[in-house]
């Protein structure tokens, strides 16, 4: 589904596209996931008599590394298999979220401390730059000169999620490795049935294995980028796009587990959601058409509301065609920070900051507090 629209009152293009494609294992193993994906394997055919092994390592065949053969259940056994809910083993991943996001937004602060103490030192720095500039003759067709006022000439919200972009990019170039192919299934898409559980949470979300379905998410989140680093800035942006990638594959988890309908995810989808829906839940009144059809324009709100009920659909009527769960549950947070959770999180971050800010002066007598930021 792709579906790119435009926010017509702040005359720039915002496409809210998402391209989802599907992907099984052989045999009988469906999963499903955030973005296109398919294991290159040779073709096999299966001996009359002869099934694969579901029941006792199904964390193997989600992992799409190794097929085993000669399984002693029937083939109507296998058809009928649920893997048990074991709700146990989501104890962890549950810590790790909670520690992961608090230790996100706790950094944020304290960069964004770190930053605004370190604006007047810029200040004079560029100061000092200028005037050299104008002293010394510069050549003519500096590459890097023509690199930086490139770089210069983003808003603060692109060069943010430039490297975000960048880790993308890289873990992408990784999947084409055929050296490379365990380990990132083990490490870079989040399954339930894994053993491992906690890392995949953070490192499914900068992992795609079709360049089209990750040039169409880093398209989205460059497009949405300015507006939403406009609203939380820099800092907390970062804090909870993070944040958002891990609570959206804990809620997958959770309701993977719950139906039973266990596989493999990856991609950057669910912390997108969180992007687009936290700038429809603070203008729901922008008005947005598709790009293709600009004749008809709907209210960001309807917008929002639309991919709710597309998700939900998708998460209780079994569609597998892409992590639905994964999807709603960033959706649901990026409602819930903008509504709830920035008065809840960071406008309570003083407390945090001030004892920094007492370490980086070696005593809390001296200096003041610091550490107010944007919204």
């Not at 959770?254 to 989808?269: D, E, F, I, W």
């Not at 939900?312 to 994964?326: S, V």
Request: hydrophobic share 40%; charged share 15%.
């Amino acid at each position: 589904m792709h579906l790119s629209i435009c926010i017509t009152n702040a005359t720039i293009c915002q496409p809210l596209a998402f391209y989802y494609s599907h992907f099984s294992f052989r045999f009988s193993i469906n999963t499903q996931q955030r973005c296109g994906f398919r294991k290159a394997v040779k073709e096999t055919k299966t001996k009359k008599g002869s099934v694969e092994e579901t029941g006792s390592s199904h964390a193997e065949q989600s992992e799409g590394l190794i097929h085993k053969k000669g399984a002693s259940l029937p083939a109507e056994t296998q058809l009928a298999y649920t893997p048990p809910r074991n709700f146990g083993q989501l104890v962890k991943p549950l810590v790790f979220t909670v520690g992961f996001t608090g230790c996100s937004f706790g950094t944020a602060a304290i960069w964004q401390y770190e930053s605004l103490k370190s604006r007047v030192q810029s200040y004079f720095d560029e100061v000092r730059a200028n005037w050299l500039e104008k002293i010394r003759p510069q050549k003519q067709g500096d590459l890097r000169k023509q690199i930086n006022q490139w770089w210069n000439s983003l808003s603060e919200g692109h060069r943010t999620v430039s490297g975000i972009i960048a880790a993308n990019v890289v873990v992408f170039c990784c999947w084409r490795v055929p050296s490379l192919q365990r380990s990132m299934m083990k490490y870079f898409t989040s399954n339930p049935a894994s053993k491992t559980l906690c890392l995949p949470m953070l490192l499914s979300t900068f992992s795609h294995y079709s360049f089209f379905h990750m040039a169409a998410n880093m398209y989205v989140l460059w497009s949405f980028s300015s507006s939403i680093v406009s609203i939380l800035g820099r800092e907390q942006f970062l804090a909870v796009y993070l944040s958002a990638g891990v609570i959206s594959t804990m809620f997958s988890y959770v309701c993977k587990t719950a139906s039973g309908r266990l596989g493999p995810s990856l991609g950057a989808s669910g912390a997108i959601m969180t992007v687009l829906a936290a700038v429809c839940t603070k203008m729901p009144e922008a008005k947005l058409a598709i790009i293709f059809l600009p004749m008809y324009a709907f209210s960001a709100g309807t917008a929002l509301k639309a991919i709710l009920a597309m998700d939900t659909a998708g998460l209780f009527l079994g569609w597998r065609y892409f992590d639905h769960a994964a999807h709603l549950g960033g959706a649901l947070f990026g409602m819930w920070y903008i509504m709830y959770g920035h008065e809840l999180i960071w406008k309570n971050r003083e407390p945090l900051v001030k004892v920094w800010h007492d370490l980086r002066t070696k005593g809390p007598g001296r200096g003041g507090s610091g550490g107010s930021g944007p919204l």
